[in-house]
Every structure is written in C-alpha cells, then in structure tokens.
C-alpha cells in the first residue's frame, strides 16, 4: 500500500492546483463534487499490479514512474502539421484538441440543424449542464476502474455530442486529440467524450490520437457513448500516438432497446496502451459490435480488455480482434462477455486472431464467458499462429518473390477488419501505415 | 530443356528420391506414374523448389543452368509452373489480384511490358472460357471455398495465364468426376505446343486417355523402374504396379 501512496503522489498535487483553479472558474458543485468522489476512488484503488487478476499481463509499473504534469498549456501545430493527422480535408465536423483541450482555431465545426450539438466539453459543461449532468460519468464503474476514476477527477474538457431524437449526422464526425509535451516535462492530459444519442438518431464518429512530438506523453482517454432506443452509432477510435506514449482508454458504450452501436479500436503507436471496451446492451433488440485491430513492433505493448453484458434479451453482439506483432512486441486480449440470467435469445460472437512475425512477439488471449441464461448462442474462438508456410511457397511458385508474399498474407490477414471500415480517409490511412509497418520489417530482418 | 541426374531427395531424413534420372525436351510431354509413395509428389515438389525437401545427391539443369540453386519464385519466372496436387486455400487473397501480380513478376522478368488491368482482364477472360470455369471464382479468394474439381480447373486457368515453358501436373487428375477431368484435359492439350513440355504425374492411366503423352515414365521406390511409350500406360492400367516389383533397368 505504501507503494501505492507513493505513485499516487504526483497526482494529489497535480490534482490540489487542478481543484483550486476550477473552483476559480466557477465550475458546478456537483461537478467538483465528481471529481472528488473520482479522486477518492482512484486514492482508494490506487494503480493497479500484475497481482491484480485484470492486470496480469500488463504492467503500469513505467506510467507510474514518470512524473507527469498536468497538462495545462499547448501549442497550437501549423496547418501543414495538422494536416498530417487529418486525413487531408476531413468532410465533416472536425474538432481538435490540444492535450485535451479543445482548440475553436484548428476545428471545422459549422452550426448544425435540428439542434444537433458537437463541440467542447467545457463549453457544454457550462451551458448544457442539464444535458450532461444525468450521463457524465453514470456509466463506467468508475468506482472501481482506477484509470476512469483518474480521468474523472481530472474532467474538464473534451467532446460532447449531442443527436437529438430522429437526427442524422450524414458526415463523419473527427475528434482529433493531439498530445504536446515537452522533451523536459512529460505531461498527462485526460481527455474526456459524451456521446449522447436520442432515439433513431444516427451518426459515425472517429476518435484519432497522435503525438506532435517525439517523447514520453500519457494519455488517458475516456469515452462515454450512450445509444437510445433505435439509435444507430458507429464509432472509431484510432491510435497513433508517438512509439513513446503512454495510452489509457476505456470506451464505455450503453444501448437502449433496439439500439445498435459498433465500435472499432485500432492501435498502431503508444509504448504502453490499454483499452478497455465495455458495452452493455440494457435494452431488447439491442446490436452491439466490437471490432479492434493492433499493428506492433518493437517493445510495443497492447493489452485490449473488452466486455459485454447482455443484460437483456435478443440481442446481439459480435466481437472481432485481430493483431499483427513483430520484434519483441507484446498484445494481450481479454473478452469478457456476461450473459445475465433473463438475457434469453441471446446470440454473441467473439473471435480474436493473431498474426506472429516474429520468433520473439508474444500474446496472451483470454476469453471469459460467464453465462446465467439457457437459452442463447454463444461462440469464442482465439488463434495465434504464423505466415503459412504453404500459402507461401504457393504464391512464390507462382513467380511472386517472398517479401511480397508475406506482404500480401499479412495484408490479406487484416483484410476483413480493414474491409469493414466505412470511413473511407481512415481506411486509407490504415492500410498505408499497414505497408509502411510492413517494409519496416522487411529492412529489420 | 531439362535435365534430372541421379536425383536423392528426402524429406526429414527419410530418403524418398533414389536416383532419379530423366530428360525431357521441348515440346514433349511425359508421363510419370506409379503406386503411392513411390516418390511422384515429391519429385514435383523438389523441381517446383519446395524447402522442406531435401536434396542430397545429383543435379538437375534447367536450360543448362542449375535449378536447385534457384529461388521458387525465380524458377516460376523462368517458366517452370507446377499445378499442385492439393492447391493451398488462401483466405483474404483475392484470385485475380494474386494473378495479376504474378504474371506481372514473370512478365517484368521478361523484360515484357506488365499488363494494365483492362489487358488483363480480357486475358483472363479467353482462359476462363478454355477452362469452363465462372468468373465469379475468379473474384473469391484463392481457392477458398472451392470444390476439387474447382480447385484443379483453378490450377490449369493459371498455367494457361502464366505461359510456362515446363508445366509439371502433380496428381492434377486425382478426385476428378469426368467432367473436370475432360476440361482439365482439355486446357492441357490447348497448351501442349512445340515451346512447350509437360510432365505429368499421375496414379492413373484415366488421365492419359484424354491427354496425348510422348513418353510415360513408371516410379517405384524412389526410382523410375520403367520408361516407354504410350502403350505402357495401357498395361500398367490393365496389369496393376504389381508386376513391376523387380525393378528392371530403365529404357532410354
């Protein structure tokens, strides 16, 4: 415990500042009062060890030893910079964030009809209360998740989305998260997103993390999206921060009835990156679909922990995770899926394929199926395994040279996550850095 | 064109290949038969560059150069082609992207201009024809989810886009009801031309009532026992592998 205190430490402090200059900004009672019972959790949990059955395969040992600032100040990128992260011109809403904070010059966000909102966190905070106050922090166990309790004594700022009932986003909508820090100061920033879906409303929205600088960053990210009756969402959250960073997320999705809501995460950067994914379809009828993808090298480390909770019945929820790993890279999958006792009908799907490169990449995968009802369909399935050496020779026999083969299996393992992706800018972008990645370890071998 | 000498090859340290001796000129086609295990899948194997397969004695010359220092996929741009007798199902590779990429390595090879996606696709369109296949099963993945017969039809569809000089047919007739095994026949004697050979290893003389044959070589533990013409064929079918126990020196 004495450990504990000692990593919490720099928190406390950070979090003392953090406090007084809110209250100076006239910030809601209940809003302090949220962040105070956060930080009591997360003192309470403390970071978590590998002693810790959810943790095992994933130390945070290196997050808690750099001494993080809060980040409080940020540089404004260049337009040719923020290009780089924006995928050329991005056709809809584009909100950009400078560690965590939201950046009104660098964002594209036109008026939009029907009352549809999507903008700043802080902003909403002040002038929305009333919409964002019965959902902030409602569905995440932030109780007992040390790193969601973190970004909520931390919340401040972020994205808010808001879908009126019966309204359609017809562009995707990009929030572009960048972290800034400093080869001197390390800095943490804990941005936060609500996602509020009214009934039959439908929007696509992609989540981007990159680094503007080389150097050790930590982000900890949480999303909260909420789906009602018959809402249709499709969210991304793409990773791509510096081979440095530290990255922390937890994505926490709540579908009403008949509500359908996918999820894909892709991790390609960070040094260290945990996600969590958690859905819970609390609603009859109800869809719900978590795909992820991880591309690593080197020491890289990607632990993915998803969970669904089937707490009603008829519904669905496919779950597909696959990973490349090369070098000494390291990835951790671990699906839980909850089937509670009058979730009948239930029809679940879980699959999670890893692709090896190398002879020193290694994975663990962990399907945890925990089922109180009879009367469901539930199927897992993990597979870790290398090139075949078959299909291999089959291509180069036919003329095809052996990089190019093993290019064109690796590429055809992705394919059916990369196929999937409906924004078409970020498919694009997947598959470049998939043929970047690739000639990389071409060179390396 | 090719030139198989005293050929010792095995495969984790069983010696399955014992001396193999052949020759084959341009614009021939051979026949290879013999019972299971005699050694047929495992020559093929060795001439189309397979690693797992070792070679420990002999040489074989391909255009008088050495063949077993070649790369798999230098062999194949060189004109060697080998239909596989079990074609390896590769998810997520689609048919016609594979072809084209390796008919444009072999054509690069060439020194030939690769071909754009419209020139291509009119290629493949007149081998499609040639093969009876569907189009459709060129759109899939390679080989994925298709019958044997499909999968066979698939293997001549790529010899008659990839023009090889030296075609070698593993087992291609093997699990074939008769209407696959006349349109596999059919592409092979399309293709058989005086630029051309063929060896064609088989189990069955079935085959080689529809494919027009030179020579027809008979495999026994490792060694070719017996070489003739056509006729040979005939009698193996009639009298079995039996007959051939004693191994009799080989006819040249």
């Known amino acids: 415990m004495i450990e504990t205190i000692q990593e919490t430490e720099n928190y406390i402090s950070s979090f003392a500042s953090f406090e007084k200059s809110r209250r100076a900004s006239n910030d809601s009672a209940w809003l302090n009062e949220l962040r105070r019972s956060a930080l009591d959790s997360f003192l309470r949990l403390g970071f978590p060890t590998t002693h810790n059955e959810e943790w095992r395969f994933t130390s945070v040992a290196p ?23 924006t995928f050329g011109t991005w056709p809809g809403i584009q909100l950009v964030f400078v560690n965590g904070t939201y950046s009104a010059t660098l964002s594209s966000n036109p008026a939009q009809p029907n009352g549809v909102f999507a903008g700043s966190l802080a902003e909403a905070l002040e002038k929305q209360a009333d919409r964002v106050q019965p959902h902030l922090a409602q569905y995440a166990s932030v109780s007992e998740e040390p790193f969601a309790a973190l970004n909520t004594a931390f919340v401040s700022d972020g994205a808010f989305i808001y879908l009126p009932k019966g309204c359609v986003v017809e562009e995707p909508i990009h929030l572009l998260f960048l972290s800034w820090g400093e080869k001197s100061e390390s800095r943490v920033c804990h941005p936060r997103i ?14 981007s993390y990159a ?30 921060e510096s081979l440095e960073a530290f990255h922390v997320s937890t994505v926490q999705v709540q579908l009403g009835r008949s509500a359908n809501v996918s999820t894909q995460s892709i991790s390609l950067g960070g040094s260290l990156v945990r996600n969590h994914v958690n859905a819970v379809l609390g ?14 090298n080197g020491r890289q480390h990607v632990d993915n922990h998803t969970s669904i909770d089937h707490a009603k019945p008829h519904c669905n929820s496919h779950e597909l995770y696959k990973g490349i790993l090369d070098g000494k890279a390291r990835g951790v999958f671990n699906g839980r899926i909850i089937v509670r006792p009058d979730a009948q009908k239930t029809d679940s799907k879980q699959t999670n394929k890893n692709l090896i490169l190398s002879e020193e990449a290694l994975v663990n995968t962990n399907p945890q199926l925990e089922i109180y009802a009879d009367d469901v369909k539930c199927t897992h399935g993990a597979t870790i395994g290398q090139l075949d050496a078959e299909a291999i020779f089959y291509l180069r026999s036919r003329g095809i040279d052996l990089e190019s083969a093993r290019h064109l299996l690796t590429y055809a393992f992705a394919g059916d996550f990369i196929h999937r992706l409906k924004i078409e800018p970020l498919r694009l972008a997947l598959e470049s850095s998939l043929f970047a990645r690739l000639a990389e370890g071409e060179e390396e071998r | 064109m090719l030139e198989i000498k005293n050929l010792h090859a095995g495969i984790s340290g069983k010696d399955i290949l014992q001396g193999i001796n052949l020759k084959v000129n341009t614009g021939e086609v051979h026949a290879i038969m013999g019972p299971n295990g ?7 194997q060795v001439l189309a560059g397979r690693e797992t397969y070792e070679v420990t004695e002999g040489e074989i010359l391909y255009h008088g150069r050495d ?4 790369a798999p996929e230098d062999r194949a741009r060189e004109g060697i ?86 075609a070698i047919l593993d087992e291609t007739d093997s699990g074939l009801d008769i209407d696959a095994l006349k349109s596999v026949a059919k592409g092979v004697n399309t293709l058989r031309s005086p630029e051309r050979a063929m060896i064609v290893i088989t189990h069955y003389q079935r085959l080689l009532n529809y494919i027009v044959h030179d020579f027809v070589h008979v495999l026994s533990v490792g060694k070719i026992v017996k070489s003739g013409g056509k006729e040979l064929a005939l009698d193996l079918e009639a009298k079995g592998y039996g007959w051939l126990e004693e191994p009799v020196s080989p006819v040249r």
């Open chain 2, 81 to 166: 082609f080998m239909a596989f007798q079990y074609p390896v199902e590769i998810p997520g590779v689609n048919n016609t992207y594979f072809l084209k990429a390796a008919l444009n390595a072999i054509r690069k090879h060439r020194l030939e201009p690769e071909l754009d996606a419209m020139d291509f696709l009119k290629l493949v369109r007149a081998k499609l024809k040639l093969m009876d296949m569907d189009e459709s099963l060129i759109n899939r993945s390679v080989n994925e989810g298709f019958s044997g017969g499909e999968k066979k039809r698939n293997e001549i569809f790529q010899m008659a886009v990839l023009d090889p000089k030296l």
């Open chain 1, 283 to 296: 609603g009859e009828g109800g869809e719900a679909t978590l795909n992820g993808f991880y591309l690593v």
């Open chain 2, 38 to 44: 005699s050694g047929k899948s495992t020559l093929s």
């Open chain 1, 194 to 207: 609500l996602v509020l879906a009214e009934a039959n409303s439908q929007a696509r929205i992609l989540e």
């Open chain 2, 67 to 70: 063949l077993l220092e070649m």
């Open chain 1, 63 to 85: 997050i808690t030893k750099v001494p993080f600032k809060l980040a409080t100040d940020a540089r404004d990128p260049g337009s040719a910079e923020l290009m780089s992260f």
């Open chain 1, 211 to 240: 680094s503007l600088e080389q150097g050790v960053s930590f982000t900890n990210a949480m999303t909260e999206l909420v789906a009602e009756e018959n809402a249709f969402v499709d969210h991304y959250k793409l990773q791509r």
